[in-house]
């Protein structure tokens, strides 16, 4: 899914919790009303205002953020999900907290776009360039000259 958004290019950390940081309190990290990527009307802030089990969520349909890698103290991933049963669900958005800072990963469609974007632009200053050395002479055809 492209980023409809425009949180690609956005980063957000809270200096208060980075030192605390570790995989019990990462989703709480994550939850804060100053994070733009995280969504109020999911199912975990429903969990946290009843302060039911985070197991419940299981049991729910709609929006979840689960942590799906913990690598303690520096790399955490999240991901956005939309719980269709309790077996199955689809995956919206992934997240990563690097070094306390939260950070959107980028989509498949958007890395593939970038790399074809940067090779097509080589391929095209490639040409140019080659393009400079191309000469035609009407007794000798099409002719390279390098001496430049």
Known sequence: MADPNGKLHLSWHDTAWIPFLNHTNVLDYFSQRSNPFYDRTCNNELVKMQRLDRAALDNMTGVQFELIHAQDPILYVIRKIH?????????????????????????VQSVV????????????????????????????????????
């Open 83 to 107: 719980r269709n049963s309790p077996t199955q669900v689809t995956p919206l958005a992934s997240y990563y907290v690097l070094n306390g800072i939260v950070y959107q990963s980028p989509d």
């Open 113 to 148: 776009n970038s790399r074809l974007f940067s090779a097509l632009h080589h391929i095209n200053k490639a040409f140019q360039e080659i393009q400079r050395h191309a000469r035609y002479h009407p007794t000798k055809g099409h002719v390279w000259d390098f001496q430049e």
